[in-house]
Each structure stands twice: as structure tokens, then as C-alpha cells.
T-cell receptor, first 115, second 116 residues
Framework: DGGITQSPKYLFRKEGQNVTLSCEQN?????MYWYRQDPGQGLRLIYY???????QKGDIAEGYSVSREKKESFPLTVTSAQKNPTAFYLC??????????????FGEGSRLTVL | GNSVTQMEGPVTLSEEAFLTINCTYT??????LFWYVQYPGEGLQLLLK?????DKGSNKGFEATYRKETTSFHLEKGSVQVSDSAVYFC???????????????FGTGTRLTIIP
């Protein structure tokens, strides 16, 4: 079945360590996104990519990095510079079609806890 | 910039009760509006959408009408079920570029619990 796969589902990290979250999609979508979800704050956009080898900062990019070397893959690295990394991270993708379709397809998320 | 404000939860209702979750927005131009739902342990999925003023989106018994005059997009359902228990997010779109890809702005989410 087509969809978005995020891994790992749960991750624990010690302070000062970088960690990379995986996001893979087989929907043939051009655009991919990373959101962070915190209780009471909804979803906030970290980075997005419209096409391979291109990506843009979202609203809260500080302390994060991404790459987009393949259409199917959009990994997110949470660096030691991110001051409050404990959160639920959601990856999504979309395909440009009818303008303003607005449908994002989400993975099941990765929960990162810093010990 | 764009913003979405939705009613704070949690909301607890009995089965078969009427549901309203309020959502208002601030945006330049004419955004599209959406409701996404997140079931326990899962990612978000699109519930319904409306792309222009006075449009009504509907799905699975849920409805929402795009009201430009009140900048609102309230979610309603006439008779809720236990299976509707989830977190509901209101969102608006902001076109990213001529690629046609969307950058959505989400509300904070409203947790809904339905008790038998």
C-alpha cells in the first residue's frame, strides 16, 4: 500500500547528541514536510521541500537540518543546538494538483524524548 | 501572518450528542480551509475541506461551512459516536509557490472524547 513511513516510532536521546528521524514515501509526491507537535501548541512547520535537492525553512527551523537527495526520502536531523527537542515529529507529503487542494498525507509520527 | 484559533479542549460528550468545535482564522487573500483528524497513536488525516466562501465541506457525518464574513469554519456533527474520539485540527492553506504545493497553518487542536 502507498503511504508514508516514519522511523523510529520512539527514540530516546541523551543531551548533546544529534539524532536523525527517517521519513520515506512511495506516493510519488513532490513535496515533503516536517512538523513538530507539542501539547497545546498544535503543529508547527520545521522544514519543507518542494522538489529534490531543494528545501526551505519553516517557522521553527533553528536546531534542525534536513536533506532531500531522493524524491522518496526526507530525513530530519535534530541537532544538539535544538534547546527543547522532546516532542512528537510528523512527516507529511503532498502532490501539486488542483490548486489549493491542501491535502497533506501524514506518517504515524516519531516521538523523541531527551533524557 | 496567517493564524488559526480553535476552541480549547478537552471536549467530552455523550454518544449521540450534537458536536460543535469552533474555528476562526486570520489570513490575507482567500485561503482554503480544512479540518484534519488525529486518532490515537496515528498521524493526521484530512477530514473535510472548503476552498471558497460559502462552500460546505462534509465527510463521515461532519460538516463545516466557510464563512468569510465571520472568518469562521466551525465543525459540526449531529450525532457523535464513540469512534469519533480523536483530536481535531482546523487549518488553512497558504500557497507555497507556482509548484502548487501547500504550506498549512494549523490550530492548536481540540481533543474530543465521546462516552457511551
Amino acid at each position: 500500500d502507498g503511504g508514508i513511513t516514519q522511523s523510529p516510532k520512539y527514540l530516546f536521546r541523551k543531551e548533546g547528541q544529534n539524532v536523525t528521524l527517517s521519513c520515506e514515501q512511495n506516493l510519488n509526491h513532490d513535496a515533503m514536510y516536517w512538523y513538530r507537535q507539542d501539547p497545546g501548541q498544535g503543529l508547527r512547520l520545521i522544514y519543507y521541500s518542494q522538489i529534490v535537492n531543494d528545501f526551505q525553512k519553516g517557522d521553527i527551523a533553528e536546531g534542525y537540518s534536513v536533506s532531500r537527495e531522493k524524491k522518496e526520502s526526507f530525513p530530519l536531523t535534530v541537532t544538539s543546538a535544538q534547546k527543547n527537542p522532546t516532542a512528537f515529529y510528523l512527516c507529511a507529503s503532498s502532490h501539486p494538483g488542483t490548486p489549493n487542494t491542501g491535502e497533506l498525507f501524514f506518517g504515524e509520527g516519531s516521538r523523541l524524548t531527551v533524557l | 501572518g496567517n493564524s488559526v484559533t480553535q476552541m480549547e479542549g478537552p471536549v467530552t460528550l455523550s454518544e449521540e450528542a450534537f458536536l460543535t468545535i469552533n474555528c476562526t482564522y486570520t489570513a490575507t487573500g482567500y485561503p482554503s480551509l480544512f479540518w484534519y483528524v488525529q486518532y490515537p497513536g496515528e498521524g493526521l488525516q484530512l477530514l473535510l475541506k472548503a476552498t471558497k466562501a460559502d462552500d460546505k465541506g462534509s465527510n463521515k457525518g461532519f460538516e463545516a461551512t466557510y464563512r468569510k464574513e465571520t472568518t469562521s469554519f466551525h465543525l459540526e456533527k449531529g450525532s457523535v459516536q464513540v469512534s469519533d474520539s480523536a483530536v481535531y485540527f482546523c487549518a488553512l492553506s497558504d500557497r507555497v509557490s507556482s509548484f502548487g504545493n501547500e504550506k498549512l497553518t494549523f490550530g492548536t487542536g481540540t481533543r474530543l472524547t465521546i462516552i457511551p
